[in-house]
């Protein structure tokens, strides 16, 4: 059996040994190196040939952001971030998820004390999923020499977009493509552990120029922006406002990309358009569906360029109006003709 091979770098020595006794608990995976710093990190890599590397975000010397970054640019591999700290340095974790790295976990969600126990277990099939997927670099095709797609110069009054693994990346390049002033809001699901949401809308909106925030209740859709769903609540609309429901159990997430599309496909009807990018599972695949059947545009990245094909498959399957490259969907949303949401406010 071929082990999985992975590099840790984190400067405790005391978090990369439970760590390291963590993953190779059940033998199918093992720890090659465990560097103090991302400069040691990054000159082992040649060496070591990780399937993946676990990063933290505070380290001495270069950053995990810029490590992420540096990794990325010159030899592109699966990054998980692992941050003891949620509050401001949540900024650089979703920061780094921006830059390529595939997931971001809390320290603090994961005991370590038990290599046997449940956290361990569910780190160790994390560490296995995230392993296999796709390494994407940001797409960077000139989106004006991009064919014109059967999609262009439709109506569009809102947008709704969900994403999992590799989708932080993904819309931040979205989301530089569209002006200040893009006049279609744009509503979000992200799958991403909680506590980093709030640091992934401040670093979109300072990477974008289209403001970004979190959805909060009651905010007009009127008017150029992109809300993120919040930790714990689900996405939707209701007569043209943003609305929060932490209550309702729709599948495993908790925003639910199914419930922000069908929310869509009710209120916007022919005018609502869907876009399912990487993941894993099947989320979004059945609110794509809703949204095809009332007359709007559902879209699907392609395969090629997803980090985890779950979710744009499923909503391949189920089926969708269009099959996209990321430059292709940035092209898409740009052409897309503004129309008023029925019953904005």
Sequence with gaps: MTKLRVLVCDDSRAYAGALRQA???????????????????????????????????????????????????????????????????????????????????????????????????????????????????????????????????????????????????????????LPADYPIPILIVQHIAAGFTEGLARW???????PVRVAEPGTPTAGPGVWLAPDGAHLTLRAGRLALDRYTIAGRHRPSGDVLLAGIASAAGRTGVGVVLSGIGSDGAAGAAAIRTSGGLAIAQDEESSAVFGMPKAAIDRGVDIVLTPSRIAACLLRLQPEPLPGAS
């Design 204 to 210: 979109l909106d300072d990477a974008a120029e289209i």
């Design 23 to 177: 993953l190779e608990y059940e033998g199918d995976i093992e720890v090659l190196a465990v560097c103090g710093s991302a400069e040691e990190a990054i000159a082992a890599l040649p060496r070591v040939e990780p399937d993946l590397v676990t990063m933290d975000v505070e380290l001495p010397g270069m950053g995990g952001l810029d490590a992420v970054g540096e990794i990325m640019s010159s030899r592109p591999l699966p990054i998980l971030v692992l941050s003891a700290y949620v509050g401001h340095a949540s900024d650089r974790a979703a920061a780094a998820l921006a830059a390529g790295a595939l997931d971001a976990l809390d320290k603090d969600d994961l005991d370590l004390r038990e290599p046997a126990g449940a956290a361990a277990a569910a780190l160790r099939h994390r560490i296995r999923v995230l392993s296999r997927a796709r390494v994407i670099r940001h797409p960077l095709a000139r989106l004006a020499a991009i064919p014109r797609s059967r999609a262009d110069g439709r109506h569009a009054s809102v947008i709704g977009m969900c994403a999992s693994l590799g989708g932080p990346q993904l819309l931040m390049f979205l989301l530089k493509a």
